[in-house]
């Protein structure tokens, strides 16, 4: 079993930055490719930002793209999210999942590939 915390969320005014950050403790000797979702209240989850073990491949979704930065520090297991130029739509829990990939290079971007999932951090975006 892996567990996996979130940090970093908080009130943030539109336009302001935050840095999520996700912590994998327990089983981590295997390698995860991780990512970060969220889910606004009356929303479903949707897919934020995706990279590989290896570091090396990203992905992200269109609104976040250019405002958001996925990063890792592998030998840690922890992934980061750096947030910036926020909009009060990037309101939502923000939650850390992590998956044992195929390859080092794989990411992944539905929830549903994902076995492992944090408790999530609440971003709040508002003047």
């Known amino acids: 079993q892996v567990q996996l915390v979130e940090t970093g969320g908080g009130l943030v005014q539109p336009g302001g930055s935050l840095r999520l950050s996700c912590a994998a403790s327990?089983?981590?000797?295997?390698?995860?490719?991780m990512s970060w979702f969220r889910q606004a209240p009356g929303k479903e989850r949707e897919f934020v930002a995706a990279?590989?073990?290896?570091?090396?491949?990203?992905n992200y979704a269109d609104s976040v793209k250019g405002r958001s930065t996925i990063s890792r520090v592998s030998a840690e297991n922890t992934v980061y999210l750096q947030m910036n130029s926020l909009l009060p739509e990037d309101t939502a829990v923000y939650y850390c999942?992590?998956?044992?990939?195929?390859?080092?290079?794989?990411?992944?971007?539905?929830?549903?590939?994902?076995?492992?999932w944090g408790q999530g951090t609440q971003v709040t975006v508002s003047p």
């Open positions: 999942a992590a998956k044992v990939p195929l390859y080092f290079g794989s990411y992944y971007t539905e929830g549903s590939d994902y076995d492992y």
């Open positions: 327990g089983r981590t000797n295997s390698i995860y490719a």
């Open positions: 990279i590989s073990w290896s570091g090396h491949n990203t």
